[in-house]
């Protein structure tokens, strides 16, 4: 597994979840620097795309609907990258997934080469 989401469950509108991407050590030998995201896929619905940092931090991006509730950080020397999710909404709901992508990289579900299993995370009203 070259990616490893965890930190997903059952929460309640208004709780916080982080959630948290291991990679592997070749994620990092096949992407010198690579750009993180973050993307989640809801129940009949297509895929997503929720935040993504770049290798130093310096750039992070996310969708709109999240801005504002979402962070994205990450530890390099740990090869692991973060979603803090606050004020999470039912809306919220779905399987989230982190990926990989190569220097550059942004929002785009196609650029991103590597993806994880995902981790649940449910939001109750």
């Known amino acids: 597994v070259q990616l490893q989401a965890s930190g997903g469950g059952l929460v309640q509108a208004g709780d916080s979840l982080r959630l948290s991407c291991a990679s592997s050590?070749?994620?990092?030998?096949?992407?010198?620097?690579?750009?993180m995201g973050w993307f989640r896929q809801a129940p009949g619905k297509e895929r997503e795309f929720v935040a993504a940092i770049t290798w130093s931090g310096s750039n992070t991006y996310f969708a709109e609907h999240v801005k504002g509730r979402f962070t994205i950080s990450r530890d390099n020397a740990k090869k692991t990258v973060y979603l803090q999710m606050n004020s999470l909404e039912p809306e919220d709901s779905a399987v989230y997934y982190c990926?990989?992508?190569?220097?550059?990289?942004?929002?785009?579900?196609?650029?991103?080469?590597?993806w994880g299993r995902g981790t649940q995370v449910t939001v109750s009203s």
């Open positions: 990926a990989a992508a190569p220097l550059g990289a942004s929002i785009y579900l196609i650029e991103y080469d590597y």
């Open positions: 050590e070749r994620i990092f030998s096949i992407f010198s620097r690579p750009t």
